[in-house]
């Protein structure tokens, strides 16, 4: 009878021990149902090993206990596996790169950074090349409409010499040499003749000497006509003229030089042996749109027969013009 209790005892223990111990290996892995399958057919097996414990003695038992460690090894093999499902929770977060993408179960991969620009970004660009087109047509009908401001070209703030002439044709100045400076058009360099007369064998050159084949005397006049561009005024006319001279013993050197500016008569300068001078006609106060002008130089040597000589040569002449503008505008 002794026995029997004991072993109805140990039964009893077997049974409470296998139910404390199938709960724990079901919360070790409840997502799993390999790890439940394994619990569950880990419990008849218990119930099988109590019974044959209910049987042995209660020697037999220390060494039996053990083995109940090794179905909750299994157990703990599963909950490794989950480590596995976070990887795919990359997918939901991928379609936020394209909208339009697959769902979340099968995730389109996105597309590389250097691909084209996506739908949704062409439609917004369209209409910037739209504008641009729309502005660089716009500027080329303006410019188009405006070929009035083009073809509009100032007139040259140049003036007119015109009706040049000198009263000595073939010697001393030269009115077919006469003409504007190239560097500057308001300017007029006068010629001067620099050949020999072969009639009579003297220089014709703007020089009084009493060296042999010279002149003693050399005397001319040169006039022209100046007349201001459209929308300007003549304010000044300057003459400038430049040469050398000596007198050497008993000689003597002389010149002079006056010139007509319009209505106005001038003498410029008496000279000896530098005939070097300037003169101005200012028509400051009432501009002119036209001036006549006149300049006369001449020139004298002498000097005892072989007791002296003397010499007087213009080298350059030249008449410059300033203009303002008009107050009329005409």
Known sequence: MMKRSVRYAMLVTATMLCWSVAPT??????????????????APVESTVAQEQAVAPVDEQVVETPRRIVFEEPASEPAEQPVETPQRVVAPEEPTAAPEAAPAQEPAPAPPQSAAASPAEQPAAAPQEEAAETTAEKTEAEEASEPAE?????????????????ALPTRFFDAAATAPDAAD???????????????TWKANDFRASTAAFSHLAAID???????????????????TQRGTGSALRVAKAQG?????????AAQLGVFGTNPSLAGVADFSETPRAAVDVSITTALFAFAAATSGSASLEVTSAEVQVELVPATDGL
């Open 256 to 264: 002079a030089t006056h010139w007509v500016v319009g209505d106005y």
């Open 150 to 166: 083009e073809t509009v070209v100032e007139e040259p703030k140049v003036v007119k010499f015109l009706n040049i002439n000198d």
């Open 221 to 239: 006049t040169i006039s022209f006509r100046v007349e201001a561009p459209k929308g300007y005024r003549i304010a000044t006319i300057t003459y």
């Open 25 to 42: 290996a079901q919360e070790q892995a409840p997502q799993e149902q390999s790890a439940t399958s394994q619990e569950q057919t880990a």
């Open 185 to 199: 058009p308001n300017k007029l360099v006068i010629g001067l003749h620099a050949d020999t007369d072969r009639a």
